[in-house]
């Protein structure tokens, strides 16, 4: 009884599964702001909101991402021409997760890199490159050498034209989702 227990309250999709994870992102639909982003499960359960502070225009303009039980899990910051990801709702230099800047600007070929903060003295080191277009919903997500996740637009048999307000994310094993979200709303929505 006490094992059922314990499974119940674990995460929901463990860092240790082996299998890659399908999630539907929708982007500035009727009724979400738009540059907001949804994150949505195989079975059209929330899993991940994105909520934008400030205006667009300011320079100071930041981004959190929330659980679907709206708790607040990263929030990226628009600092010094690149980007800031912090833990929950936090803006202090003790709480820097990562770091972003985007190293290519078209909207046909864009990329992005992602240094995280280590606790060896707040040191930045490359962790991943984010390659691909967001005009075309299209993202390769590197980690080292291998990719670590990607999107892609849904096209449906039969249509010629698919919406880019919709796209499929393809995690695999081994990577934080709620990290790799994070850098979407940065390589999507970040400019």
């Known amino acids: ?22 999630y539907t992102v929708r982007k500035g639909l009727p009724g979400i702001s738009r540059g907001d982003i949804t994150v949505y499960d195989a079975y059209g359960n929330l899993r991940f909101r994105v909520c934008t502070h400030g205006v667009t225009s300011s320079p100071w303009r930041a981004k959190t991402l929330f659980d679907a039980l709206g708790n607040p899990l990263i929030t990226c910051v628009r600092h010094q021409g690149g980007w800031q990801g912090f833990s929950g709702n936090s803006w202090e230099c003790k709480d820097v997760l990562f770091t972003a800047q985007k190293t290519t600007y078209s909207p046909f070929d864009t990329e992005l890199n992602v240094c995280l903060v280590t606790g060896n003295m707040g040191q930045p080191s490359l962790g991943f490159k984010l390659k691909g277009s967001p005009f075309q919903r299209s993202c ?6 291998s990719i670590v996740a990607q999107t892609s637009p849904n096209y449906k048999l039969g249509k010629v034209i698919y919406s880019r307000h919709k796209f499929r994310l393809t995690v695999y094993p081994g990577i934080d989702h709620a990290l790799v979200v994070s850098f979407l709303v940065i390589f999507f929505g970040g400019n």
Request: hydrophobic share 45%; aromatic share 10%; no cysteine.
């Open 140 to 145: 390769n997500i590197y980690g080292g050498d």
């Open 1 to 22: 009884m006490v094992e059922r227990a314990q499974m119940a309250s674990g995460p929901i999709f463990p860092a240790a599964w082996q299998i890659p994870v399908d």
